[in-house]
């Protein structure tokens, strides 16, 4: 029997680097047809599909590309939707690599079929055309969702379409959460994201923003006068960690979270045409090795800074981004400074910062993460000369809803306590997403979403029918 020859994944085309890095359009181009069928046939067809264990949103993935091969692409998307309601969003920010691909058979040979550039190619393809909107008879129930990430948009899918009424409350004066004002335009362009919301709308969901539950109302009033049988909590994970530093509140000292809001929300990306309140600086400094450090230093380049350096305490071997985006940032001239950690600002008479002071790292022995822990090397610090430096080593919950609901239960650092299934300490309210697990990936959230709207619909629907 011959041995079947698979060709290698077909590369997603791009923005030359030297161009991208000083605008903000998107830097992944996207499949055509003709290479979207082309990969879609790479697949086997596997009799025991592996890749769909890796889907927290438990996407068909099978049967989705098997449509792509035989340029079926509405009816792929059908499946895609079935229960994944971002398709354009999540093909563009999951890390596929540690999914759906992951578990790919093809990959443990060869290089694993292109799932997420399939599922971008069929939810770009079918974005500006009408879809059929299948939703059951209104049950007469009502949901509040707060939060409009992707925890909250997921949940809101489905609740809409097993027919109930569903609104969302947003605190910003714009929907869509991290996907809105965390994640940068040349990643995940803001149309894709409205659009995809603009769907949801259109099932019948609802959106109030500006729009803060905790003052504007508390989840007593929501439940008790504002006539919501169940809430949804996806508030996500925006306040974000500092390391204690001195000099830390010097001027040009910028958590990653202000820095890329100021960006995606205040447009400082369509400079001059939008005049942003944003120091962007000559020499920035990011601090982190995440994926959120990447899209910070990737975000300083684009409004203009002459160097960028990313600032990690490991090697580049333990950086957690994702490997494209760590050889995106590298491709533009971000400089990564390996082992090595700061340990205070300088700043000059003004209050503005001019300096961060580093130390030289060894790695020791693995910590409890399984990595191996950094050591300080004595007598090696150094001054980084910068102008700017953005904290991104992480960010917790907002306490803002859960000090006004002492029922609500919360672990030490400040997350909402909720089981397998999403439910809380609180009769009716439900949780998920980052604002239960800390800061995750879209999909997770959604994944958690999905799980949290199916509980809330066995929750309701045990009441029978409602009672006006």
């Given at each position: 029997?011959?041995?079947?020859?698979?060709?290698?994944?077909?590369?997603?085309?791009?923005?030359?680097?030297?161009?991208?890095?000083?605008n903000?359009?998107?830097?992944?181009?996207?499949?055509?047809?003709?290479?979207?069928?082309?990969?879609?046939?790479?697949?086997?067809?596997?009799?025991?599909?592996?890749?769909?264990?890796?889907?927290?949103?438990?996407?068909?993935?099978?049967?989705?590309?098997?449509?792509?091969k035989?340029?079926?692409?509405?009816?792929?998307?059908?499946?895609?939707?079935?229960?994944?309601?971002?398709?354009?969003?999540?093909?563009r920010?999951c890390?596929?690599?540690?999914?759906?691909?992951?578990?790919?058979?093809?990959?443990?040979?060869?290089?694993?079929?292109?799932?997420?550039?399939?599922?971008?190619?069929?939810?770009?393809y079918?974005?500006?055309?009408e879809?059929?909107?299948?939703?059951?008879?209104?049950?007469?129930?009502?949901?509040?969702?707060?939060?409009?990430?992707?925890a909250?948009?997921?949940?809101?899918?489905?609740?809409?379409?097993?027919?109930?009424?569903?609104?969302?409350?947003?605190?910003?004066?714009?929907?869509?959460?991290?996907?809105?004002?965390?994640?940068?335009?040349?990643?995940?362009?803001?149309?894709?994201?409205q659009?995809?919301?603009?769907?949801?709308?259109?099932?019948?969901?609802?959106?109030?923003?500006?729009?803060?539950?905790?003052?504007i109302?508390?989840?007593?009033?929501?439940?008790?006068?504002?006539?919501y049988d169940?809430?949804?909590?996806?508030?996500?994970?925006?306040?974000?960690?500092?390391?204690?530093?001195?000099?830390e509140?010097?001027?040009?000292?910028?958590?990653?979270?202000?820095?890329?809001?100021?960006?995606n929300?205040?447009?400082?990306?369509?400079?001059?045409?939008?005049?942003?309140?944003?120091?962007?600086?000559?020499?920035?400094?990011?601090?982190?090795?995440?994926?959120?450090?990447?899209?910070?230093?990737?975000?300083?380049?684009?409004?203009?800074?002459?160097?960028?350096?990313?600032?990690?305490?490991?090697?580049?071997?333990?950086?957690?981004?994702?490997?494209?985006?760590?050889?995106?940032?590298?491709?533009?001239?971000?400089?990564?400074?390996?082992?090595?950690?700061?340990?205070?600002?300088?700043?000059?008479?003004?209050?503005?910062?001019?300096?961060l002071?580093?130390?030289?790292?060894e790695?020791?022995?693995?910590d409890?993460?399984?990595?191996?822990?950094?050591?300080?090397?004595?007598?090696?610090?150094?001054?980084?000369?910068?102008?700017?430096?953005?904290?991104?080593?992480?960010?917790?919950?907002?306490?803002?809803?859960?000090?006004?609901?002492?029922?609500?239960?919360?672990?030490?650092?400040?997350?909402?306590?909720?089981?397998?299934?999403?439910?809380?300490?609180?009769?009716?309210?439900?949780?998920?997403?980052?604002?239960?697990?800390?800061?995750?990936?879209?999909?997770?959230?959604m994944?958690?979403?999905?799980?949290?709207?199916?509980?809330?619909?066995?929750?309701?629907?045990?009441?029978?029918?409602?009672?006006?």
């Amino acid at each position: 029997m011959a041995k079947q020859i698979i060709p290698k994944k077909h590369p997603m085309p791009h923005q030359d680097p030297q161009v991208r890095a000083k605008n903000f359009d998107e830097v992944a181009l996207g499949y055509t047809e003709e290479l979207a069928v082309a990969e879609a046939e790479r697949c086997l067809n596997c009799k025991k599909p592996l890749c769909k264990q890796g889907c927290p949103v438990g996407v068909d993935i099978p049967e989705f590309i098997a449509l792509v091969k035989e340029r079926k692409f509405d009816e792929a998307a059908r499946v895609i939707k079935r229960t994944n309601a971002l398709p354009a969003v999540c093909g563009r920010v999951c890390p596929q690599e540690n999914q759906c691909e992951k578990f790919c058979v093809v990959g443990k040979k060869h290089e694993p079929v292109g799932i997420g550039r399939l599922e971008r190619f069929v939810g770009d393809y079918i974005m500006n055309k009408e879809e059929e909107i299948e939703k059951a008879e209104p049950t007469g129930y009502k949901v509040a969702i707060v939060g409009s990430g992707p925890a909250g948009l997921a949940c809101a899918a489905d609740l809409a379409r097993w027919g109930h009424s569903v609104t969302i409350f947003e605190a910003l004066h714009t929907p869509g959460g991290v996907l809105m004002y965390g994640i940068p335009e040349f990643r995940l362009p803001k149309r894709i994201v409205q659009k995809e919301i603009e769907n949801l709308k259109k099932m019948g969901v609802e959106i109030e923003t500006n729009a803060i539950i905790g003052q504007i109302a508390s989840l007593d009033e929501l439940l008790n006068e504002e006539g919501y049988d169940a809430v949804f909590l996806g508030t996500g994970a925006g306040t974000p960690y500092f390391m204690n530093l001195p000099g830390e509140n010097l001027n040009g000292v910028y958590s990653a979270n202000e820095f890329l809001t100021r960006s995606n929300l205040m447009k400082a990306y369509r400079f001059p045409e939008s005049d942003t309140p944003i120091k962007v600086g000559k020499q920035v400094a990011v601090l982190g090795g995440g994926n959120v450090a990447m899209d910070a230093a990737r975000t300083a380049l684009r409004l203009g800074a002459e160097e960028v350096y990313i600032v990690y305490r490991r090697s580049r071997a333990e950086l957690p981004a994702r490997l494209e985006e760590i050889e995106h940032a590298e491709e533009e001239g971000v400089k990564f400074l390996f082992l090595t950690n700061p340990t205070r600002y300088i700043g000059n008479e003004e209050g503005w910062l001019t300096g961060l002071e580093c130390i030289k790292m060894e790695l020791g022995e693995p910590d409890a993460s399984g990595r191996r822990k950094p050591i300080p090397i004595a007598g090696s610090e150094f001054v980084l000369p910068v102008d700017i430096a953005i904290v991104a080593i992480g960010q917790g919950p907002n306490p803002l809803l859960t000090k006004t609901t002492p029922d609500l239960e919360t672990n030490k650092r400040g997350n909402i306590v909720a089981d397998e299934t999403g439910k809380t300490s609180k009769e009716g309210v439900y949780a998920g997403g980052d604002v239960v697990t800390g800061a995750a990936t879209v999909i997770k959230a959604m994944g958690a979403g999905r799980v949290a709207a199916r509980s809330i619909h066995e929750y309701l629907m045990a009441k029978g029918p409602k009672k006006n």
